[in-house]
């Protein structure tokens, strides 16, 4: 699902316009963002958990001409469902 599709979803279901729909969902997804930047997770609960992990740097290979290059550290963003999400995304 796209974010139009929830929009165009949150519209059904609760009746409003599309702008509003869009200023809740802009606002949701800043405060999402806003808990990773200052706490390093955002967890929504019955959802799941937004975190920051730092991975180590590596050596890594090219695939078009096999040389071997050097993946500096990074920071990525790891998301883990919480166990109802999965449950029910999984038919448990």
């Known amino acids: 699902m796209e974010k139009i599709q929830l929009k165009k979803y949150v519209m059904k279901q609760t009746g409003i316009t599309s702008h509003e729909a869009s200023i809740i ?35 890594a290979r090219n695939p078009r001409n096999g ?9 990525v963003i790891r998301f883990k469902p919480a166990k109802k999400f999965k449950d029910f995304v999984l038919g448990i």
């Open 67 to 75: 040389d071997i290059v050097y993946v500096p550290d990074r920071t």
């Open 25 to 59: 969902l802009n606002v949701i997804f800043d405060g999402i963002v806003q808990g990773i930047v200052q706490d390093g997770k955002s967890t929504i609960t019955n959802f799941g958990t937004f975190r920051t992990k730092k991975v180590k740097g590596r050596n």
